[in-house]
């Protein structure tokens, strides 16, 4: 028997398992071809090309219902996008802070750490984001709260607006010039990020210490300010003010998109706070304290000898909660929000009834994001692989 | 360790259908019940009532497909379904009938292969504001923010309305009824807008109904009626005069009171005689037996009671009759003649 | 050297004083407060923040617990008999609590049913979880318990749970019987059995659909936190063994085997879990013979199933990997076959590796088993968010809701969480 005969076994297995499989896949597919058949339907793709009908809140794009599917998809790839990025960064302040205030010598903010952890991770993010948006939706007042003389509520600072349908901030208008401004900003980032750099080689290469606080703060603030003067103060405030129904005018944060942004930080960072902890446990003692026998003080010892090697440990499940942040903002639907899941999966399933296809283009956006940050990751873990010798 | 069980169970299931042909009048009568499709609640269509069983209108329709096919009204396995799994369920066979709140359209009856078999009820879009905003025309909603169920012709009428008008609105879609109305009465959206009836419902289930008051604009045409799958006619043939029943048995007087006296001998109104089965053979042309009609009837009565009962003026819903009341009273039902 | 001092010292103490204790700022609560909270100037910042943050929390939640109103008919009562004082209103979930916990629609006279189950459910467990404490012969009690469970939850004939029970145990037996042939025969026949008992079962089970027949009670009408439960255990538990056989499938050398596995494990990965139970909910009907007609929990078991096996693959792979080479090469020089190895070597260890891993998964899918609310189930979740929170009688109290709902799911996975660290500790066999 093939089976039993080693040379051959392992093809004979492989043989049953491909033909498993194509049995498997021709099932379904027969089943798929009979059930459209039956039902007299096909798989078809055109309808991306044609007139959405509906309306989408949040457009990073122009986009109204005359646009196609296609772009409604991409407005909601768009804002799935948004969401995710803006969670990640904030997953990732919250999650180093609690990590490391987990291990502080402070009793009580270790042990109110521990509890934010502990209560965060073990309750369901969709609990959190329907927490969130019902605390939004239903105690912050209406904008009608905020009219006429005897208003109940009132802005902060003339410039916020906090109300049951989001936050209103002053939004920048661009003049002439303003852009000037804002790449004078950024080059000066790139500034203060070449010089802590030269700083680094400098202690590295000729042990001499360079202050760098006071001096990247100069650097954040001074270039633009002057920029920004010189310039003739192109960059104006749009502020929001209470017209018709809404407030209207500066930039609305939908309670829909604070919801799932704030869920997604405090969930999320209550894992990446783990990460922190095991990665910041995991350099032994002996390295801190070979550090501090060399007379380094605490705070150059966690930069300087055990972060760098911690963060070889902390990056890759990073990276992996980046990863669920942006699988778990398909929870938007929950709350409303016009993510992808609730475009293309949502509006555009319903009004085609195009499932199959929707479903899986759906399944494909996420698959390509998935798999194009993993490829990044291991790029990144072959990169920092300790050298052997 | 479940699924096997399943699988056993699906086994058994499995032969059992398998051996009946694939028409759905076949597989209702045996399996025993109707799986009827309905909303996942709203007051006056569908709706489970406290001890959970399924009232309304549709629920009503459902009960006299029953009641017509497996003479049980209450073989119906209601099947509760949101505006975004009821399109799939439908075609993937996992009920049998839909009757939930479902506007007629052409792409619905031909790109997506269902069959409309009728309307049971004749509705329109409208809009529902609190009275405090001081609006009295829709077109005053320039800039509002509007609650609007996701998923439904409501969400394209509404695009269309405010671009046919040159103003400006701000969606805030919503999954359910429920939902829209929390987020309203939140003061989260301006408005919410739904079918006139749908709103009416809704506003009957607030804590201060008088504060709110529906626009006078009908702002599109939504017939909203039972469908099957595209395809099994003689189905569909029984579901459309199953609901014909019903609108008839208004028009001749035929009531859940006295269906079992008319149907007991042959009266003088010849089409109630060939309705209730006391003359012709109606029901053998449909597959079914005689009494077909009168069983459907006796469910819960003719359309204009179930009416009354779920959504007449004496319900907190209190809707008029209007253009559902019977073609005699200036109304659109108009059941084609039983002969 | 006394001496020499002597005259020089005008006193010297020739005793030795009693020991006393330490100053007081450098004992007992006093140190401990300096040094654990006021070390520096950027610690006492911290506590004070984070006393003033405690400080604001119990201010707000302290009157809301302890005012709170648990007897009232709906929420104006509630708001009348607070008379505006802060305080929250658990009448909803003294009134609706059985609602949350078995859904809307499961009869409300059977409720002890899954109560049983449940109960049940800890009894079957508990030699699982702790080995060494309870008899090992209670484990065939858990073997019997999904049987019972579903006899008990779902109700119908007994005879259902019974032949699907006979099928195991006649597919295992003829296993027992085979396997000194070759583990295939073994497998493969038993498999065999079982299908041709629950074949012939199936037309017991048909004619006889009464006998002892408990309540019958329809899937759909299954909800609540139980349904969270149900989804839980059922696809943790039936995603292990499928776990196991991915992982080894991507460690094989073959390369077909392979592949599939790695396609299948990366694809469950990378796509959220809410569009695998759209796929249940919207799309799995088309890929099953027409006629066919799965329950949509089933439909779900399956789809959670699969996510949940490609990610506790995962964390067995990292087991399999974690093993020294030695003892597959021991395995090969003992003589063993692959099943062998595997099942008497190397699974054992590599299991006992993944144990933290796989309870974060598990802990993980608990908690995810809330997304069928999306889908119109009514889980938890989606009991608060739907019927409740919708009814006029209660519309508007969420914190109430939400916050009872985090509590039982918290208290499930902290539990869980707790026992793996535990276990953790009882399974190191190094030294520290």
């Known amino acids: 028997m093939l089976l039993s005969d080693t040379r051959y076994r392992s093809y004979t297995f492989q043989f049953i398992a491909l033909l498993c499989l194509i049995a498997a896949v021709a099932f379904l597919a027969r089943n798929l071809m009979n059930n459209l058949e039956a039902a007299g339907l096909n798989i078809s793709y055109s309808f991306l090309n044609s007139a959405s009908g509906y309306d989408i809140n949040q457009r990073p794009i122009a986009y109204d219902s005359q646009s196609t599917h296609l772009r409604a998809a991409i407005v909601g790839i768009l804002n799935t996008l948004i969401v995710a990025v803006l969670a990640c960064v904030t997953a990732t302040f919250l999650g180093v802070a609690a990590g490391v205030l987990r291990l502080s010598n402070n009793w009580i903010v270790a042990r109110l750490m521990a509890i934010y952890v502990e209560a965060f991770r073990n309750i369901p993010v969709l609990i959190w984001i329907l927490i969130i948006f019902s605390i939004l939706t239903m105690s912050l007042p209406a904008p009608n709260a905020f009219r006429g003389d005897d208003a109940t509520s009132s802005m902060l600072f003339r410039a916020f607006a906090f109300t049951n349908r989001g936050i209103y901030t002053p939004l920048p208008i661009m003049g002439p010039g303003g852009w000037l401004v804002a790449g004078v900003f950024v080059a000066s980032l790139i500034g203060i990020w070449l010089f802590r750099k030269w700083a680094t080689k400098k202690l590295f290469d000729e042990g001499r210490m360079i202050a760098t606080f006071w001096p990247s703060v100069a650097l954040f603030f001074i270039p633009a300010l002057i920029a920004f003067f010189v310039l003739g103060m192109p960059i104006t405030l749009d502020y929001p003010a209470l017209k018709g129904f809404n407030f209207q005018g500066g930039l609305q944060i939908r309670g829909s998109l604070i919801a799932l942004w704030l869920a997604l930080s405090v969930y999320t960072g209550a894992f990446i706070a783990e990460n922190v902890r095991a990665g910041i446990q995991a350099v032994s003692v002996g390295q801190s304290e070979a550090a501090a026998s060399l007379g380094l003080r605490p705070r150059r010892i966690m930069n300087l000898v055990v972060l760098p090697q911690a963060l070889r440990v902390i990056i890759p499940p990073l990276v992996s909660q980046y990863l669920n942040i942006t699988k778990n903002s398909s929870l938007a639907i929950a709350v409303g929000y016009m993510d992808i899941t609730g475009t293309l999966g949502g509006i555009t399933l319903n009004q085609t009834g195009r499932a199959i296809e929707c479903v899986l283009l759906l399944m494909a956006f996420y698959l390509v994001i998935s798999l194009s940050i993993s490829t990044v990751m291991n790029l990144y873990n072959n990169a920092i692989k300790l050298r052997e010798r | 360790m479940k699924k096997t069980v399943f699988l056993g169970a699906l086994t058994i299931s499995g032969l059992l259908a398998g051996a009946a042909a694939a028409a759905t009048l076949d597989d209702v009568k045996a399996r025993g019940k109707l799986n009827c499709g309905v909303t996942t609640g709203l ?39 949101t505006a975004k799994t009821r399109f799939t369920s439908l075609a993937s066979g996992e009920i049998d009938m839909m009757a939930r709140v479902t506007t007629w359209t052409l792409s619905r009856d031909t790109d997506l292969k269902f069959d409309f078999v009728g309307i049971n009820y004749y509705d329109g879009q409208g809009f529902i504001v609190p009275k405090a905003l001081g609006v009295t025309s829709a077109k005053d909603l320039d800039g509002a923010t509007v609650c609007i169920q996701t998923g439904t012709t409501t969400e394209l009428n509404l695009a269309d309305f405010f671009r046919a008008n040159n103003i400006s609105y701000e969606p805030v879609p919503v999954e359910t009824d429920d939902e829209a109305a929390q987020q309203y009465l939140a003061g989260a959206c301006d408005t919410y807008t739904t079918d006139a009836s749908g709103l009416a419902a809704t506003r009957a289930g607030f ?122 009273n200036g109304g659109l039902l108009y059941s084609p003649p039983f002969r | ?268 990965r990378g796509v959220p879990l809410i569009t695998l139970l759209f796929v249940a909910n919207v799309v799995l009907a088309y890929f099953l013979p027409p006629g066919t007609n799965f329950d949509l929990i089933v439909r779900v078991i399956i789809m959670i199933t699969m996510f949940a096996s490609a990610y506790i693959a995962e964390v067995i792979r990292g087991g399999l990997a974690a093993l020294p080479k030695g003892q597959y090469e021991a395995a090969n020089a003992l003589g063993l076959d692959y099943p062998q190895a595997m099942r008497l070597i190397i699974l054992p260890q590599a299991l006992k590796i993944s144990i933290p891993g796989i309870v974060n998964v598990a802990v993980g899918l608990f908690k995810d088993t809330t997304l069928v609310s999306i889908i119109s189930m009514f889980d938890l979740v989606g009991m608060v968010r739907g019927p409740i929170l919708s009814s006029s009688d209660w519309n508007g109290v969420y914190w109430e809701l939400f916050g009872f709902a985090g509590l039982l799911f918290f208290v499930v996975c902290y539990g869980i969480s707790q026992y793996s660290q535990w276990l953790e500790r009882q399974l190191r066999t190094d030294h520290r």
């Open chain 2, 207 to 328: 804590p201060t109904p008088a504060d709110h008051v529906v626009l006078p604009e009908i702002i599109s045409k939504e017939p909203l009626g039972p469908l099957v799958r595209h395809g099994d006619n003689d189905w569909a043939d029984i579901v459309r005069w199953s609901l014909n029943a019903l609108i008839a048995a208004e028009e001749y007087g035929v009531t859940q009171a006295n269906v079992e006296d008319k149907a007991a001998s042959s009266g003088t109104n010849p089409e109630v005689n060939r309705l209730l089965g006391t003359e012709g053979e109606l029901g053998a042309m449909m597959g079914l037996d005689k009494d077909w009609a009168k069983r459907a009837i006796a469910a819960s009565g003719n359309y204009g009671e179930i009416f009354e009962r779920n959504l007449g003026v004496n319900t907190p819903i209190g809707l008029a009759r209007g253009l559902n009341a019977q073609w005699t």
């Open chain 2, 43 to 81: 007051t006056g269509f569908s709706e489970p009532d406290a001890s959970g069983r399924w009232e309304g209108l549709d629920a009503a329709v459902c009960r006299a497909v029953a009641a017509a096919v497996l003479s049980d009204a209450d073989a119906v396995e209601f099947v509760p379904l």
């Open chain 3, 1 to 268: 050297m006394s001496d020499t001092h002597a005259q020089s010292v005008a006193f010297m103490r020739d005793t030795m004083l009693p020991e006393a204790p330490p100053p007081e700022s450098e004992a007992g609560v006093v140190r401990w407060i300096r040094s654990n909270l006021f070390s520096g100037w950027f610690n006492t910042i911290l506590t004070i923040t984070s006393l003033y943050c405690l400080y604001l929390f119990l201010a707000a939640v302290g009157p809301w617990l302890v005012n709170g109103v648990w007897d009232a008919a709906d929420i104006r009562e509630c708001r009348e008999k607070l008379q505006g004082a802060t305080g929250g209103c658990f009448a909803v979930i003294a009134e609706r609590w059985p609602q949350m916990i078995f859904g809307f629609k499961y009869p409300s006279e059977i409720y002890w049913r899954p109560a049983v189950a449940f109960i049940l459910l800890l009894v079957a467990i508990a030699p699982v979880l702790f080995s060494k404490v309870f008899p090992a012969r209670m484990l065939y009690f858990s073997a019997l318990y999904p049987f019972l469970a579903y006899y008990l939850i779902w109700g119908g004939t007994i005879l259902i749970p019974v032949i699907a029970l006979l099928g195991f145990a006649v597919g295992y037996f003829v296993y027992a019987r085979q396997v000194y042939r070759s583990f295939a025969v073994g497998l493969f026949g038993g498999i065999a059995a079982a299908v041709a008992t629950w074949f012939i079962g199936g037309f017991i089970t048909a004619a006889l659909p009464e006998f002892l027949a408990l309540r019958e009670v329809a899937s759909r009408d299954i909800g609540g936190f139980m349904l969270n439960l149900i989804l839980g255990t059922v696809c943790v538990s039936l995603s292990l063994p499928l776990g196991i056989l991915l992982a080894l499938g991507r460690q094989s050398e073959m390369p077909v085997v392979k592949g599939i596995c790695v396609v299948f494990i990366e694809f469950i």
